[in-house]
Each structure stands twice: as C-alpha cells, then as structure tokens.
C-alpha cells in the first residue's frame, strides 16, 4: 500500500502564506494522480487542486490564482502553496493519492491532514 503524511499547516494571518507538503511512502510507483482536499467545519470535504502524473493541474475556482499545487515525483512529495490566505480557507487539508493497482482497478488513499487556521 502507499502510505501519505501531510505537514505545513498552522495559523497564519489574512493575506499571508503557507505550503502544505504531503510526502508518500510504500508502493509509490502505483500513484497516479495526487490531489488536496479540505474540509471546513461543518461541511463537506472539497478538492482544492488536484495533479497527474503528467503534471496537468486542476485548481478549484475559489483558490485559481492564489493556490498552487506541484509535485516532485523524485522525492515523492506533493505541495500546495497558499498565498493571500484568506479566513475562509480554514480548514483540514487532506492529501489523497490515486494508485492503480490493476489494468482497470484504481484505490484512493489518503492521509491523516493538517490543520490550517486564518485570522482575519
């Protein structure tokens, strides 16, 4: 199995950064696309931005231009960096892997999350 491990999250102010990292483990050469999600209190877990093995990114519109998202496969790590953070943003941040394991078999997997907190 492949086994995900997020960091990064914290407190920052309104207007202020942070870059979340989500290092991957085992059978990583089963990973296909790689995405963040989040989950705000009280509602349900949302994709932020996801990555394929080719790098073609897909950004949600409430983050396009001030999240982005890349991978680097030699070292098995995803990251999303988040600039002009805004409270909104607030949530846990979950790293999810998509692995094929078989011809037409795919699994999700994903990791424990971080927490990212904005003050206004």
């Known amino acids: 199995q492949v086994q995900l491990v997020e960091s990064g999250g914290g407190l920052a102010q309104a207007g202020g950064s942070l870059r979340l990292s989500c290092v991957a483990s085992g059978r990583v050469f089963q990973i296909t696309t790689m995405g963040w999600y989040r989950q705000a209190p009280g509602k349900q877990r949302e994709l932020v931005a996801d990555i394929s093995s080719s790098s073609s990114t897909n950004t949600a519109d409430s983050v396009k231009g001030r999240f982005t998202i890349s991978r680097d496969n030699a070292k098995n790590t995803l990251y999303l960096q988040m600039n002009s953070l805004k409270p909104e943003d607030t949530g846990l941040y979950y790293c999810?892997?998509?692995?094929?394991?078989?011809?037409?078999?795919?699994?999700?997997?994903w990791g424990q999350g971080t927490l990212v907190t904005v003050s206004s």
């Open positions: 999810k892997a998509k692995l094929q394991v078989s011809i037409e078999g795919y699994v999700d997997v």
